[in-house]
């Protein structure tokens, strides 16, 4: 699945909302589906409020689900980039001034089972999102 959407806050819960219904083929939990809106929220988000300075930016979600059933979302931009990776993914550091958290990456991590970054100044950064569904076997409806 690929979606290209404007880089505005109205299109944050459309997001969530498409990333959702793909992984609705793992049958997930409403806890695990919670979690990936959630996650998909987050990085979303960090695309609109980090990424550029005018609402004219493009975000652009892939997701896919791999033979051993795990999914994989990458949310990307092609905006401004993160110096420091590392720094911005410690709990609490934010570039968005006082109206933000800086807990973003942290949401992410906590509800996932890998998250990874990677950004370029002035190219761009990527947020992939893996979570493993896993069923048992005998598991009756």
Do not use: W
């Not at 990085?43 to 059933?69: F, L, Q, R, W």
């Not at 994989?72 to 720094?87: A, T």
């Amino acid at each position: 699945m690929e979606l290209k959407i404007p880089s505005r806050s109205i299109n944050e819960s459309f997001a969530r909302s498409v990333a959702a219904s793909f992984c609705l083929q793992l049958d997930p939990t409403i806890a695990e589906l919670a979690e990936i809106k959630t996650a998909v929220s987050e990085a979303v988000t960090n695309c609109i409020v980090h990424a550029y300075d005018t609402p004219d930016g493009e975000i652009y979600i892939k997701a896919e689900i791999t033979a051993d059933n795990t999914l994989i979302i990458k949310v990307r931009d092609r905006g401004r980039g993160i110096d420091n990776i590392k720094q911005a993914m410690e709990p609490l550091f934010t570039t968005g001034g006082e109206e933000r958290a800086g807990l973003g990456f942290a949401v992410m991590e906590s509800f996932m089972d890998k998250v990874k970054v990677t950004s370029k100044p002035n190219k761009g950064t990527t947020v992939t999102l893996y979570k493993k569904f896993v069923r048992a076997t005998n598991e009756k409806p």
